[in-house]
Structures are given as C-alpha cells and as structure tokens.
C-alpha cells in the first residue's frame, strides 16, 4: 500500500512554525517513502474561521515551498481542488460524516445527549469544586437508543456521544514515542456531533483520514490525549487505523512552549523579515530532529533522503532565534546576487531609498550593496542599516579617533591626489580604484592607515566599514570627490 500522510491544519489565520515544522515532516516522510502528501483542511469549528484563512495558509506554504500533492492549491487567486479524494475541506464535506454517526449510534458506540447547555455547566461547577477536571458525567448513557432516536427525530436538540468503555487500557505504538499506554478513565464521553449538525474535530478526521487511505498521521503532542477515542472509533466503525507519531512541541529558549504571546510564531513574521524560507526550512527540521553526520546546512532533498522518525527526538526541541539567524547569514551569503537585490527592495523603499517606480533604475545599485554587506545580514530586513552609508554627499565624523586622523597634516596633500586622479579616470570599477590607490600611494608617499583609513574617514566618515574599494567604486567619482572636499574643508 503507498505511503499517504496528511497535513490537516484548522485555519486560524496564521501558520504558527510548529504547524511548518508538521508539515514539513509530513512532507519528507511521504516523499521518502514515495509516497503522497496531502493537504486537508479542517473547519468543522465555525467559531474559529477567519476570513482569507486558507488562502494565507496556502500562500505560506508556497513561500517555504513545502507543497502537497493534493488539496487546495491557489490558482490565479482563486481556490481549486485537486486529488482524487476531494473535496479537501471538511465544511465540504458534511454530508460525508452523518451516516457514519448514525453508525455509532445504531451500534451503541455513541449515543445521544440532550443535556442542556445549563445542565452542562453545573455539571463542570460541581466538578471544579470537587477537584475533577474531566467534563461530562454520562447523565444521557443509558436513555435507550429506540427512545433517544424518537426524542431527537421529534426534534428535541441533541448532541452525540462517544459512548467511552469504563477503566480500559488502550495501547499503541508511537512513531516518535514508542508504545504508549492510556486509560479510557481519563477521557470523558468525547462530542461527535454538535447540535448544530456539525462533526467534531474526532469524527471528522477519523471519517476523513479513513476515506482518504491516510496510512500515516503526523501531529502535535497537544493531539495526544484525543488518541484513545480515535482508537475506539476505527475499532467502532471496524476501520484499520493508521500508523501514527506525536512530535514534542517547539521550546523557547527559557525551555517554554513557544507561544503566540512571548514568541515569535508566525510564519509570516519570518517571512516579512526577510528570512529565506529554505534557510527557516532547514533550521526547522532540525528543532526535534537529529540526522546522522555533522552537517548542519542542508537542501530540502538531502533532508528528506535522510529523514526517519528513528531520530526524532521525544523531548521538545528548542527554537533559538541565534542559530536561525546564524543559518539565515549561511544561505544568505551563497543566494544568487539578483535574487538578494529583489528581496531587498521592499525594506528600501519602505525605508524611503525610492519609490516602486524607481525600483528598476536602483537594482544594479542594490545588488553591489548587498553583495558588499551580505555577510552582516542575519535577515533582508537589516538591509537598510548599511544603506546610509551610501546616500549623500556630506559626510559626518564623530569619533574622536577618526577626527584626530582627518585632522592629520599629510590629509590635504592626499585628498588632492585622490581628487586628480579620480577626475583623470575614465572607468571607476574597484579595481580601478584600487590601481589608483597604488598610484597616489606612489606619488606621494603616503601608505598604510594613513592612505587607506584616512581616505575611508573621508568618503565614509567612518574608521571601518565594507572593502574600501568597492565602497568607492558603488559611490561613484562624483560622490567621492564631493565628499572628500567636504571632509577636508568641514573637519580640519
Ligand atoms: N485539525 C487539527 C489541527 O488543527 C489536526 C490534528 C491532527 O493532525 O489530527 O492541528
């Protein structure tokens, strides 16, 4: 039978980096296995959806390039289906999970409840004041099923049931955890239709996962305790269940859950911060997951080539925002010269730099910035840090060492050579400039610091900074010259 794992998020506007990193290993498992990848989503909770949920969705996994086989996908902005197990979204498929409720009911493995709303609170008071936390008390377990079906076709509102077998231990075989053992005592008797006709999230995607031949679920450890029902439910409905792996949840590094209020979570965040989603790809994979060797930095393919649950850690792995940022600068200085100066542009022009009309005319411009500062970047957004250097004709000097160097006697003489020379010149490339250093260093004797560092003082104001020569060469003669003379006749 092939390999089919499912990603099935709830839409709730953001993709948090846990949901990435469940994705993502669904996703490699699949396609090492060569097998398929399916996207399905679950919106059965009307209460949790948000507008352009799943188009958000979609789009984040398009940026980190983590795509399924079959779902939703986004064409010309419009939201299609592909798959032969469709439709993909579960308020979709309504009609699907009716009969296999009534099922349950026929066969005693559920039941109906028509427990008020009220009744359902003092129910969860009395508990909270007896120190129990677990919910229902099993008040509608034995109304026969003849009685209860009549009530409820009369049109009383109802609720069905798990009906949950008392003090049974339930075993299965984790991928990540191993064999886990669990008491059906600690599970009350689990919603599987609400009133309002809609399945829960428990009926839904043992329905789903069963019509879809999902042979593999891959989910968070929060899922953990809604296992023993699912059990109970393919054993119910005489469905083999699929093989399934509990990932740790992703740590900050106070060892937290990482949460939307303290952390960072958002894909979107990394996304407009300028991180390079196979940079947040690969760091990823490896919060929870140790492959074999030493290397660290790792295309998507070797990742999956290499990827098994056997080195999957049980303890959670945690997200530190320095080996990220690390792992960003690795891919960030081997990416392509045009694709950086693209992604630069929009913190450019957010910054003021010139306006989408000038994008074209400043490319080349940017590209040899961002070529000449790459290796300071953790993410694209620093990128306007190093842009000032780069605007202007006036220099500011502060630092009292770079003053006490301007200030120095042999300064004049420099500048002008460097004037002479650079207005001679016919090409300004750095290696230009840097032939025309060694003439002006012949000329007039001047070497070292006081060519090199009084000159930068000069065109930058600063005592380092990125290559000299192509720092000048990107500025251009004009600039430079200009600047030079500011320097001389404004600091002296
Ligand atoms: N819809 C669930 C979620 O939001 C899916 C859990 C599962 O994978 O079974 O994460």
Redesign the pocket.
């Known amino acids: 039978m092939s390999v089919r794992v499912?990603?099935?998020?709830?839409p709730t506007g953001y993709v948090h980096l846990g949901?990435l990193r469940t994705a993502l290993y669904d996703y490699m498992f699949a396609k090492k296995q060569g097998g398929s990848y399916v996207l399905r989503i679950?919106d059965t909770d009307q209460t949790r959806l948000v507008d352009d949920a799943i188009d958000n969705l979609i789009q984040a996994f398009e940026w980190a390039d983590i795509m399924h086989d079959e779902g939703p996908f986004m064409e010309n902005g419009k939201l299609v289906q592909r798959g032969d197990y469709g439709p993909y979204i579960q308020s979709e498929r309504l009609d699907t999970y009716r009969p296999y409720v009534d099922q349950l009911l026929a066969s005693g493995h559920a039941y109906y409840c028509f427990c008020s709303k009220e009744r359902l609170d003092e129910v969860r008071e009395a508990n909270k004041a007896k120190g129990i936390i677990s919910g229902y008390d099993g008040h509608c377990r034995n109304i026969p099923y003849e009685e209860a079906k009549k009530r409820a076709e009369a049109g009383e509102s109802y609720v069905v049931r798990l009906k949950m077998p008392e003090d049974r231990e339930l075993v299965f075989e984790d991928m990540v955890r191993g064999t886990v053992k669990m008491n059906t005592n600690d599970s009350d008797d689990q919603v599987l239709l609400k009133a309002d006709g809609f399945p829960t999230?428990h009926m839904a995607?043992v329905v789903d996962d069963h019509l879809m031949g999902i042979t593999h679920?891959?989910?968070?450890e929060e899922?953990l305790p809604?296992t023993p029902k699912q059990i109970l439910l393919y054993e119910a409905l005489g469905w083999e269940m699929p093989k399934i792996a509990h990932l740790s949840n992703i740590l900050n590094t106070e060892k937290k859950k990482l949460s939307k209020r303290h952390d960072s979570v958002a894909v979107e965040d990394f996304r407009k911060k300028g991180y390079l989603p196979e940079a947040l790809i690969n760091f990823l994979a490896l919060v929870g997951w140790s492959p074999e060797g030493e290397d660290e930095i790792m295309t998507l393919e070797e990742m999956t080539e290499k990827f098994s649950f056997d080195r999957v850690s049980k303890s959670g792995g945690v997200f530190d925002i320095q080996k990220l940022n690390w792992m960003n600068n690795q891919y960030i200085k081997n990416a392509d010269p045009d694709r950086l100066a693209k992604l630069a542009v929009p913190y450019l022009i957010e910054a003021g730099y010139f306006n989408e009309d000038g994008v074209e005319g400043h490319l080349d411009w940017v590209k040899r910035i961002v070529q000449l500062v790459k290796e300071h970047l953790e993410y694209m957004a620093q990128v306007t840090d190093h842009f000032p250097l780069f605007v202007g004709d006036e220099v500011k000097i502060t630092d009292d060492s770079a003053l006490e160097m301007i200030r120095m006697d042999h300064v004049e003489t420099l500048v002008d050579a460097l004037i002479k020379t650079f207005n001679a010149a016919e090409s300004f490339s750095a290696e230009d400039v840097k032939a025309m250093f060694k003439e002006v260093q012949k000329e007039t004797g001047i070497k070292g610091k006081n060519l090199f560092m009084c000159t930068r003082i000069a065109v930058t104001g600063q005592e380092h900074g990125p290559d000299l020569m192509e720092t000048i060469a990107i500025l251009g003669k004009e600039t430079v010259i200009k600047r030079m003379k500011y320097a001389v006749s404004n600091y002296k």
Not at 217 to 220: A, E, Q, S, T
């Open positions: 499912r990603f099935a998020p709830s949901s679950e999230y995607v679920m891959i989910r968070g899922w809604s």
